[in-house]
C-alpha cells in the first residue's frame, strides 16, 4: 500500500476571528484619531489666540494713530486758511491805507457839493472798488466814544449827555474785517459836572411827591 504526501498548495487550517497584521494596525490608527487630542494641539490653539490679540493690540495702536494724524492735518489746514487771510487783510490794509487820503478828499467833497461830473463818476468808482476789497468807514455823530475805535480830538462838556458822546465826526474811522485801519476822528462831549447829581435830585422829588410845602 502506498502512502499518501500533503501537497504543498494546501493552506493550514487559521481561526476565523484572527485578523490579519494590516486589518490590525488600520484599526489601531482608527482607535488613535478617535481618542483624545494631544497636547501640542491646544498649545498650538493658545498661541494663535496670542498672535491675534498682538495683531488686535497693533491695529488698535495703528488706528489711533491715523485719528492723531488726521487731526492733525484738520489743524494744520486751519492754520494755514487763518494764514492766507491774516496775509490777504494785512496787504489789502497797505494798500487801502495809501487810498485814505483821497477818500478824505472825495468826503470833505461831497460834503461841500463839489462832488460833480467827472469827478463825481471817479470818486464813487473809487469807493465801490475799495469796498469790493472789504474796506468800510465807520463813525457816527451820536454813538458812546470807545477809545479802541475812536481818537478824541476834541474835548467839551454838554448837559444833554449821559456818557462820553462822539458829537462830531473829523475823520471818518476805517476797517477791513476786525482790522482797524484807521480810528474815527472824533469831538466828543461828557456830561456836565454837577447835572447828573441833580437830575438825581429831580428823579427824587418827583418820587416823593414834589419837595415839602411850609
Known amino acids: 500500500m502506498t502512502e499518501e504526501t500533503p501537497g504543498f498548495d494546501e493552506k493550514p487550517d ?17 482607535a488613535d484619531k478617535a481618542g483624545p487630542a494631544p497636547a501640542g494641539d491646544a498649545s498650538q490653539d493658545a498661541g494663535l489666540v496670542a498672535q491675534l490679540d498682538q495683531v488686535r493690540t497693533a491695529l488698535n495702536e495703528r488706528t489711533a494713530d491715523l485719528q492723531r494724524l488726521q487731526a492733525e492735518y484738520q489743524n494744520y489746514r ?15 490794509a497797505n494798500l487801502l491805507s495809501e487810498l ?4 478824505d478828499d472825495i468826503g470833505r467833497a461831497r460834503e461841500h457839493g463839489e462832488l460833480v ?30 477809545p479802541t475805535i475812536h481818537e478824541a480830538l476834541m474835548h467839551s462838556y454838554a448837559p444833554d449827555v449821559t456818557e462820553t458822546t462822539c458829537v462830531a465826526i473829523l475823520q ?4 477791513i474785517g476786525e482790522r482797524t485801519i484807521r480810528p474815527a476822528r472824533v469831538a466828543v462831549a461828557e456830561p456836565q459836572p454837577g447835572a447828573q447829581a441833580a437830575k438825581s435830585e ?13
Open 202 to 214: 429831580e428823579k427824587s422829588d418827583e418820587e416823593s411827591g414834589g419837595p415839602d410845602e411850609g
Open 100 to 103: 485814505l487820503p483821497v477818500l
Open 117 to 146: 461830473g467827472g469827478f463825481k463818476s471817479v470818486g464813487e468808482s473809487v469807493e465801490t472798488v475799495v469796498a469790493k476789497l472789504g474796506l468800510q468807514q465807520f463813525g457816527k455823530e451820536g454813538e458812546p466814544f470807545d
Open 78 to 92: 486751519r492754520r494755514v486758511e487763518r494764514d492766507r487771510v491774516t496775509v490777504k487783510e494785512i496787504a489789502a
Open 172 to 175: 471818518p474811522g476805517y476797517r
Open 14 to 30: 487559521v481561526p476565523s476571528d484572527a485578523a490579519a497584521p494590516d486589518d490590525a494596525a488600520q484599526g489601531a490608527g482608527s
